[in-house]
């Protein structure tokens, strides 16, 4: 029987009606826990509940929120076997970003759900979230290592996820890579994603990571849109910032015949503003060599952030600046593939790889 310290950080799935609408509760959803008999029955993996005071609608949630999961990880890793972090739904990808950066070596699974509706409510995608997230410890736990999020039946690896739907119980996506596990009639993990079996068995490491705390360094997101003034963007790139998500159209284009526009991306940039370029469309990923849209941004100093989400490039531009790394080293880590959170070019599948190249040779003529 897989050990599994369940972090509680608060969110939809343990919340109350109250006089000011659903809030957090303490208590609340360890007692309903208790009261249901599927999570007491056979099958299912111990586990035990540490849960945050004051317990946090997601909204509130701050790096400094990331370090006090983080830590509780660490300080229980040896006396656990997976960890289940129950977090409100609006920035669970955030959070899962961040600890895939800030938890390192992570040699156990650490894996985040929650709910679109409370526990308590008669219909509610609670427990069948929080059940199947336990089960899937209990049979996996020796074989995964890393930071996962588990939503509707889905598990993905959690710097690949963002929010895509607030009224469904398919809240998440993973655009650019499948899901690691499915749960049907059998909960299903990919073979890629778990630990080669041993005739010994799997013997995950009790040491520790080592915990990177996030939050010091000074970065944002910024989304383009049509009409956009250079001085707004101006503003974000202003000093004390030190890295900047820009969130573009298609193939990570901007608008190259804004003079200004490109002005300040370059002014910052020779300042030593790292400017990441990420996608707005949730699938594909940004090729500024594709477009000459695209190669204005480059020439300017901008790098790609292939098809990271926004959540994972945020972390990671926090993590890197926390390792203390020169700008230059900032910006040429920010295009490697550290945590599983992008896809280099050479990584592509080959036909996405063929049509780019083809785009690229008719734009050149």
């Known amino acids: ?4 310290l369940i972090v ?14 659903y809030a ?33 609608d997601s909204a509130n949630m701050a790096p400094r929120d990331w370090l006090r999961i983080a830590e509780t990880i660490r300080d229980a890793y040896a006396a656990y076997d997976g ?21 390192d070596p992570l040699d156990k699974p650490v894996v985040l759900t929650g709910s679109q509706i409370p526990l308590a409510e008669t219909r509610n995608d609670a427990q069948g979230n929080l059940l199947t997230a336990l089960l899937l410890l209990e049979q996996y736990a020796a074989r995964l290592a890393g930071v996962f999020l588990h939503f509707n039946d889905r598990l993905y ?17 993973s655009p ?33 990571p080592a915990v990177t705390a996030l939050g010091d360094a000074t970065v944002a997101a910024f989304r383009l849109f049509p009409g956009l003034e250079a001085r707004y963007l101006a503003n974000v790139l202003a000093p004390p910032v030190q890295g900047v998500v820009l969130e573009c159209y298609g193939s990570g284009n901007a608008p190259h015949a804004n003079t200004d526009f490109l002005e300040a991306l370059r002014e910052a940039t ?22 000459a849209t695209g190669r204005a941004l480059l020439d300017a100093g ?58 690229a040779r008719y734009r050149q003529r």
């Open 176 to 208: 650019n890579v499948p899901p690691v596990g499915t749960a049907g009639i059998n909960i299903e993990i990919a073979s890629e994603a778990l630990r080669p079996r041993s005739p010994e068995g799997p013997s995950p490491d009790d040491t520790a």
């Open 302 to 359: 901008v790098v790609s952030g292939y098809d990271m989400t926004t959540e994972a490039a945020l972390a990671k531009l926090y993590y890197l600046f926390e390792q203390g790394h020169s700008t230059d080293r900032v910006a040429a880590l920010m295009q490697k593939n550290l945590r599983g959170e992008l896809t280099p070019p050479e990584e592509e599948p080959t036909s996405v790889g063929k049509t780019r190249r083809r785009l």
């Open 157 to 173: 690896r959690g710097n690949r996820v963002t929010k895509v739907n607030a009224d469904a119980f398919a809240a998440f996506d």
């Open 270 to 291: 020779a300042r030593g503003v790292v400017i990441v370029d990420v996608t707005q469309p949730l699938y594909g990923t940004a090729d500024l060599e594709l477009y």
């Open 1 to 4: 029987m897989a050990r599994i």
């Open 24 to 56: 957090p509760v303490p208590g609340y959803l360890q007692a309903q826990i208790e009261a249901l008999p599927p999570f007491q029955s056979d099958g299912m993996p111990a586990f035990e509940v540490h849960a945050f005071d004051p317990l946090l």
């Open 8 to 21: 509680y950080t608060g969110g939809t799935i343990g919340m109350k009606k109250t006089a000011q609408g």
């Open 83 to 103: 960890f289940l972090v129950v977090h409100g739904t609006d920035t669970m990808a955030f959070t899962s970003s961040a600890l895939s950066f800030m938890l």
